[in-house]
T-cell receptor
Framework: EDQVTQSPEALRLQEGESSSLNCSYTVSGLRGLFWYRQDPGKGPEFLFTLYSAGEEKEKERLKATLTKKESFLHITAPKPEDSATYLC?????????FGQGTILTVHP | DARVTQTPRDKVTEMGQEVTMRCQPI?????VFWYRQTMMQGLELLAY????????DSGMPKDRFSAEMPDATLATLKIQPSEPRDSAVYFCASGLAGPVETQYFGPGTRLLVL
């Protein structure tokens, strides 16, 4: 069975304090790894897709990386507006399996 | 700006009542997914449609839940009869079938069954 584990469950940062979120996975036949951002009361918003180990993608202050067993979402010099829940998901065949998410809070 | 739309956004009902949630996928998308999100379980897949055909509904309680796509612009999820344990946020997502499909989520329907 496909499994996705995200850590930490919650992360509090000061504005400008860089950090990383982790997503560990076990899946048969990984076709892609996805990162989503979810704000309170809203649906998940697509951020990145990573396809193979060694791949990296960037968007503003976010950079996602992928190895054979895990993915990291690096947040550089975060701002309060980066506060949200970040969800990782793995795609095997057609099914997307989500982790429980990391709740990120960035204090001014 | 193409988006998935869902109605209603909020629904409060009493146990035993029928609940119908509607989703309009992004125009041109040919896959639709229904998810349920709770604090305890996170995001759980309920049903999957491709080209309006139901391909998987193994995550759905069969005795009370049903999902349909009457046409390419409308997907419905029904609960009859509803129970308090069905209280959750229900999301619809759509995408384009392919080797690595990105799913785009709607804003969700927040359901409270009293």
């Amino acid at each position: 069975e496909d499994q996705v584990t995200q850590s930490p469950e919650a992360l509090r940062l000061q504005e400008g304090e860089s950090s990383s979120l982790n997503c560990s996975y076990t899946v048969s036949g990984l076709r892609g790894l996805f990162w989503y951002r979810q704000d309170p009361g809203k649906g998940p918003e697509f951020l990145f897709t990573l396809y193979s180990a060694g791949e990296e993608k960037e968007k503003e202050r976010l950079k996602a990386t992928l190895t054979k067993k895990e993915s990291f979402l690096h947040i550089t010099a975060p701002k309060p507006e980066d506060s949200a829940t970040y969800l990782c998901a793995v795609l095997a065949d057609w099914k997307l399996t989500f982790g429980q998410g990391t709740i990120l809070t960035v204090h001014p | 700006d193409a988006r998935v739309t869902q109605t209603p956004r909020d629904k409060v009902t009493e146990m035993g009542q029928e609940v119908t949630m509607r989703c309009q996928p992004i125009l041109g998308h040919n896959t639709v997914f229904w998810y349920r999100q709770t604090m305890m379980q996170g995001l759980e897949l309920l049903a999957y449609f491709r080209n309006r055909a139901p391909l998987d509904d193994s995550g759905m309680p069969k005795d009370r839940f049903s999902a349909e796509m009457p046409d390419a612009t409308l997907a419905t999820l029904k609960i009859q009869p509803s129970e308090p344990r069905d209280s959750a946020v229900y999301f619809c997502a759509s995408g384009l079938a392919g080797p690595v499909e990105t799913q785009y989520f709607g804003p969700g329907t927040r359901l409270l069954v009293l």
